[in-house]
């Protein structure tokens, strides 16, 4: 057992490490037994610790993400004895180095040319990985000096490459794992892989920023002292990986490997919102959710609208798992399904004849497209040559241009007093032109209001609803907005509680199999597939008033990290894409019965105040769509335009340098660019 005050450095840090690590396992251990889950032991919960220097709500963040990312990529209750993962392990494609660098971080290193994507799921390979590390992670000397990651290309080819894969192991050592990243050495890339590096590099924070390193074998030396190298590579180490795997096989029965073990085989702990609300909950800070959610929400100033994981590139979603569709095909997003499904004889189909905006004051809005704005933007030669010129430092200032201009618009239904507590934020108001209407009730005239408004997408007007998390006392407003505007698609790009703040109301039932009533509204969830990234529900919506049905799919996105933007787009453009499909299903769906835009009803998104995130949500799908269309880029106006019908759509600056630098990732994961130069890109901003 390994005492607490070994970890600290003083008797005042020892102190304080044991209430933090006592705080740590009350937590912990009451979700565990809970959930039918062992007790986790102090030995664990220190790794935990240990790898956020003992803050007590960054362990538990990251035990939520380590714990989620375990059981979605299928990471427990595995046997290493065991094909094919036995084959996977002998293999040597990873392995820990019995040597560790100058400063005492183990040196675990992938060696990419073993690797043949078509032959070894993702699954397998990761579960190769932290079988590994568990093991590794045993060292005190580990835990406390980190991991040196050596991602080693030497000799490797394109058909090696799994860029995918990739993703996944650097941002489960980044952000999923109870150990800490010192340094990544990408050794020997090929010069096919220094284009998506570039692109990748810059959605990473300066702080891990300067920890990636591109380095040819002379320079490993600069980093790693020879004795520490393997031969191959330049060093004097000979590597002998299946005495590595020996000594792994016989200590692994010999020791309480929690993190092998972490999620419950019957229930996954952190894998839905009701169980990281209830961790997250439980943290006694200052902080903490205290007052109701309405009370709590209705602040004076809305919060920056970008929470969540801190994961370097973040989580792909998962290939090859039971919980996963097949992988997406993205030049296939608009090919819709001509075949009519028969109606459920439960299921009652939109009346279409009605105005889905039924806003009199937005007759004069106009959907998108070339003949409603100013240009016709850049090629995409054009757009490089924009991003190299204007840097990071000058999207900011072009952002902050945007930014000063005054909103266009009253919102004087928003500051109306019987409405003012249906706001969640009171600097969040909605546009009276664009806002939504319900209907009213009782002939209350106030009983219209909803903090929501229509946002055109690309050649179709009304394409979206920006709206805030729904608050408590609005949940049936919500729901009635959901019926009236015939929405098949939520979006939502949150989780109900941040930070220990709460962002959202739980406005569905998270079971499967259970149902809430809001109004006159019951939903019912009827299934729940889990992505690495995202989570998809399937909702019944019925009117208890009419009796009539219909089917909601309610999408959340969760790989959001605090404090900023997402580390690479790759996350957020899968989500996009599945967004797309799951519209063009539900509208298929119909059938015949549909006969409005061939794209279907407006789709929900919203964060917690409607505007950052969802703004950064839309601003990507109509500038993809507008690429893919036109082969023209026109950021800046497409996002004047979102914020003309909802203010203050982009909430900061690093959202809107993200839509940039999003499209360029997405053009070059299409093949649209071959080659990308932007150098000097981030060196603009310090000047």
């Known amino acids: 057992m390994i005492e607490i005050s070994e970890n600290t450095s003083n008797s005042d840090d020892s102190v304080k490490h044991q209430q933090v690590t006592k705080e740590f396992l009350r937590i912990v251990n009451d979700l565990r037994i809970k959930h039918d889950a062992s007790p986790m032991s102090l030995n664990t919960a220190l790794k935990f610790l240990m790898a956020r220097k003992f803050d007590l709500n960054r362990a538990l963040a990251l035990y939520d993400a380590h714990e989620s990312t375990r059981f979605r990529e299928g990471l427990t209750n595995f046997d290493p004895e065991k094909e094919p993962l036995k084959s996977e392990l002998e293999s040597g494609k990873f392995t820990v180095l019995p040597k560790r660098d100058a400063n005492g971080a183990a040196i675990a290193m992938f060696t990419a040319c073993k ?404 109004g006159p509204y019951r939903i019912t969830n009827n299934d729940v597939q889990y992505f690495t990234d995202f989570n998809i529900t399937r909702l019944t919506l019925v009117n208890l008033e009419s009796n009539q049905t219909r089917k909601v799919t309610h999408m959340q996105f969760l790989s959001w990290p605090d404090y900023g933007v997402p580390h690479s787009a790759y996350a957020m453009l899968h989500f996009r894409n599945k967004v797309k499909e799951e519209q063009a299903k539900g509208v298929s769906e119909l059938g015949e019965s549909w006969t409005g835009h061939p794209l279907g009803p407006p789709i929900i998104v919203h964060c917690s105040a409607g505007i950052g995130r969802t703004g950064t949500f839309i601003t990507l799908d109509v500038s993809i769509n507008k690429l893919e269309d036109t082969g023209m880029i026109n950021i800046r106006e497409i996002v004047e335009r979102i914020r003309s019908q909802r203010a203050h759509s982009i909430q900061m600056p690093d959202q809107y340098v993200f839509c940039y630098l999003a499209l360029l990732e997405y053009a070059l994961s299409r093949g649209l660019l071959e080659n990308v130069d932007i150098a000097g890109f981030e060196e603009s901003e310090s000047d």
């Open 115 to 518: 690797h043949l994507p078509n032959v070894t799921s993702h699954q397998i390979t990761l579960q190769g990985v932290v079988y590994q590390l568990d093991i590794a992670l045993e060292e005190i000397e580990t835990q406390r000096n980190g991991i040196v990651f050596i991602y080693n290309m030497f000799n490797s080819r394109y058909a090696n490459f799994d860029y995918e894969l990739s993703q996944k192991i650097l941002g489960l050592l980044k952000g999923a794992y109870p150990a800490r990243l010192k340094k990544v050495l990408i050794v020997t890339a090929p010069l096919w892989f220094k284009a998506p590096f570039r692109i990748l590099r810059l959605f990473v924070r300066e702080k891990l920023r300067d920890r990636v390193f591109m380095i040819n074998i002379p320079q490993l030396s600069d980093h790693i002292p020879l004795p520490s190298l393997p031969i191959e590579l330049g060093g004097q180490l000979a590597v002998d990986h299946l005495a590595w795997l020996n000594h792994c096989h016989a200590i692994r029965p010999k020791i309480i490997n929690e993190l092998y073990d972490l999620a419950s085989q019957n229930y996954p702990l952190c894998s839905t919102n009701a169980l990281h609300n209830g961790l997250i909950q439980s943290v006694n800070c200052t902080n903490t959710l205290s007052k109701s959610d309405s009370n709590e929400l209705n602040s004076n100033t809305s919060e920056d609208d970008d929470k969540l994981r801190s994961s370097w590139l973040g989580d792909s979603p998962t290939k090859d798992s039971h919980h996963n569709s097949n992988k997406d095909d993205v030049n296939n997003r608009r090919e819709r399904n001509s075949v009519n499904k028969p109606k459920p004889e439960n299921i009652v189909m939109p009346n279409n004849n009605q105005n889905i905006n039924n806003d009199d004051d937005n007759s004069d809005s106009k959907a998108y497209d070339d003949s409603s704005v100013k240009s016709k933007g850049m090629t995409l030669e054009e757009f490089i040559q924009y991003l190299k010129v204007k840097g990071r430092k000058g999207l900011t200032e072009e952002y902050n241009e945007i930014k000063m201009k005054i909103p266009d618009g009253t919102f004087d239904n928003s500051r109306l007093r019987p409405n003012q507590g249906k706001n969640r934020y009171t600097d969040v108001l909605c546009y009276d032109h664009s806002r939504v209407r319900l209907s009213t009730i009782d002939d209350d005239v106030n009983s219209d209001y909803i903090n929501a408004n229509f946002v055109d997408g690309y050649k179709q007007k009304n394409a979206f609803i920006s709206t805030q998390g729904p608050l408590p006392k609005t949940f049936p407003d919500f729901w009635r907005m959901i019926w009236e505007q015939q929405v098949l698609l939520i979006v939502m790009t949150t989780r109900t509680v941040e930070r220990c703040k709460a962002k959202c109301g739980q406005y569905w039932p998270l079971e499967v199999n259970s149902s809430v009533e809001y």
